[in-house]
């Protein structure tokens, strides 16, 4: 069997990393800028700490700030126009996951351009070119969109999360600069962070794991265990945020290669269909689907418990499986995620539609235990 493991070609980490954009730029032969990010973070003046790097550097910008927290087909139409009239050369993603993923998009569409009607993105597009080049700098810890192949539009018609899968679209450099995340809200903190610990432990029992990605998963999950709660309760703590944000990336370097399964398969359509914070629904599905898997990924659960210190000496798997799973449950309740769906005013009517949409994701597959409609439809019951 042959595994592949793409990342990008240069990444940065530590607080005040954004420094190095105009050196970057000038060693790319880049001219302007095409700013993806949203209206809250240039109101916040989080953006700023970007863009003084570029006036700095008297380096041009054009900011394109129309962008919804779950991107649409109709967000990316807008800015692949935006940027072909910008004049701009590449693409500087500033954000979550929405940023980022609209970047992508944009980027792709702009030197793939038959792809232009953005449905036809879904899944596993066979792209002939690379992206414009972007280069992503991420705002909160959880995503890790700038270090992945993958991206989620919602196609607003049909009322479903589009999953794209592309080598050609991780972007070209990362800057992990834990400073853009000190005003992140407490809530926003702890839903991106449990995305992140949803990402580690899928990404270590999904079908397509090995030992180089169990290797990244094992360590992300032992971070956020660690860092998180602090990070959600003391915001301007310097070592939790960057810890987070060093975490949230190793994350994503194995996910983003091995795939992910049924709790982003069940949150996808949550957040398409409700607008359900896909952290908050991953989350608060997360250990639901894990008690679920306990049988396909019992040595790996036992892995898990060790990582987020909750192991004891002579527990069987079993116990040591449990211990893992009600670590991540309390974890969850420490930050303060919802519990259940009627929380989110989710409906039980609702549940039967929801899990046809999961059963179509193309994360499921992953899964590493097989799920039928049936499957599915009893874990939404048991969430609800």
Known sequence: MVNRFVLNEVSYFGPGAREVLPKEIARLGLHKAFVATDKDLIKFGVADKVLDVLRRADIPYEVFSEIKPNPTVSNVKAGVKAFADSGADFILAIGGGSSMDTAKAIGIITNNPEFADVVSLEGVADTHHKSVPVIALPTTAGTAAEVTINYVI?????????????????????????????????????????????????????????????????????????????????????????????????????????????????????????????????????????????????????????????????????????????????????????????ELGIKEEDLPRLAEAAMADVCTPGNPRDVTYDDILALYKKAY
């Not at 834990?178 to 903190?189: D, F, I, N």
């Not at 370097?253 to 952290?279: E, K, Q, R, Y």
């Not at 449990?322 to 309390?330: I, M, N, S």
Request: net charge negative; hydrophobic share 50%; proline share 6%.
């Open 154 to 342: 919602t196609d607003e018609k049909n009322e479903k999360k589009m999953v794209c899968v592309d080598p050609n679209d991780i972007p070209a450099i990362a800057i992990v600069d834990a400073e853009l995340m000190y005003t992140l809200p407490r809530g926003l903190t702890a839903a991106t962070g449990m995305d992140a610990l949803t990402h580690a432990i899928e990404g270590l029992i999904t079908k397509g794991a090995w030992e180089m990605s169990d290797m990244f998963e094992i360590k992300a999950i032992d971070m956020i265990n660690r860092y998180l709660p602090t990070a959600v309760n003391e915001p301007s703590n310097a070592e939790a945020r960057n810890g987070m944000a060093v975490a949230q990336y190793i994350a994503g370097m194995a996910f983003s290669n091995v795939g992910l399964g049924a709790v982003h398969g069940m949150a996808h359509p949550l957040g398409a269909i409700f607008d359900i914070p896909h952290g908050v629904a991953n989350a608060l599905l997360l250990p639901i689907v894990m008690e679920f898997n306990m049988p396909a990924a019992i040595e790996k659960y036992g892995e898990i418990a060790k990582a987020m210190g909750v192991y004891k000496q002579g527990m069987t798997p079993d116990e040591a499986a449990q211990a893992a799973v009600d670590a991540v449950r309390e974890l969850a309740v420490r930050v303060g995620i919802p519990q259940h769906l009627a």
